[in-house]
């Protein structure tokens, strides 16, 4: 079954400080990957996105790192600030039905 | 660029009764998408909508909800009985052109509904 997994659901961390996110998927085949942020109470907003050849890409202080072999993502985020608090769900896209799937999300929240 | 546009923000029903949200997607975009999101959970795709022809409505439950596409362009979704489980964000989204994977899937602000 075509599945994406997030882990931590929830997190919490102090301002300033790193964090990673993880996303694991057993779609197959799949053409990319992408990360999104929910704000509360928002829609969600593309941060990233990857394709199965890429290993890396950076929006600022979000890198989103791929490995397709084991088929696992995450999502670093560096010195994080208050406006970091926000849900981040990790989406692949199936090749095999031209769908997005979504993962569960990760709630993070970010304490002064 | 304007975003997508959803109508009403907010909305609070009784069950059995029935409520409407509107949906207007970027301009020039083909493909628009209806997701339901439960607190704490991921968008469920309801329907997807390729210019004003139904591409993928496997997970509607067609006996209360009902969708359509006027023209190609503003789309309403409907509900009718609404029950306590349909209280969720109810998410419009529209991308150039669905079906392709480089595409971008751009979200409105979402329509909440609490169905009490």
């Known amino acids: 079954k075509n599945q994406v997994e997030q882990s931590p659901q929830s997190l919490i961390i102090l301002e300033g400080k790193n964090c990673t996110l993880q996303c694991n998927y057993t779609v197959s085949p799949f053409s990319n990957l992408r990360w999104y942020k929910q704000d509360t109470g928002r829609g969600p907003v593309s941060l990233t996105i990857?394709?199965?050849?890429?290993n890396t890409k950076s929006n600022g202080r979000y890198t989103a790192t791929l490995d397709a072999d084991t088929k696992q993502s995450s999502l670093h985020i560096t010195a994080s600030q208050l406006s970091d608090s926000a849900s981040y769900i990790c989406v692949v896209f199936f090749s095999g039905t031209y769908k997005y799937i979504f993962g569960t999300g990760t709630r993070l929240k970010v304490l002064a | 660029e304007a975003g997508v546009a959803q109508s009403p923000r907010y909305k609070i029903i009784e069950k059995r009764q029935s409520v409407a949200f509107w949906c207007n997607p970027i301009s020039g975009h083909a493909t628009l998408y209806w997701y339901q999101q439960i607190l704490g959970q991921g968008p469920k795709l309801l329907i997807q909508f390729q210019n004003n022809g139904v591409v993928d409505d496997s997970q509607l439950p067609k006996d209360r909800f009902s969708a359509e596409r006027l023209k190609g362009v503003d789309s309403t979704l409907k509900i009718q009985p609404a029950k306590l489980e349909d209280s969720a964000v109810y998410l419009c989204a529209s991308s150039p052109r669905g079906g392709i994977a480089g595409n971008t899937i751009y979200f409105g602000e979402g329509s909440w509904l609490t169905v009490v």
């Open positions: 990857m394709t199965f050849s890429e």
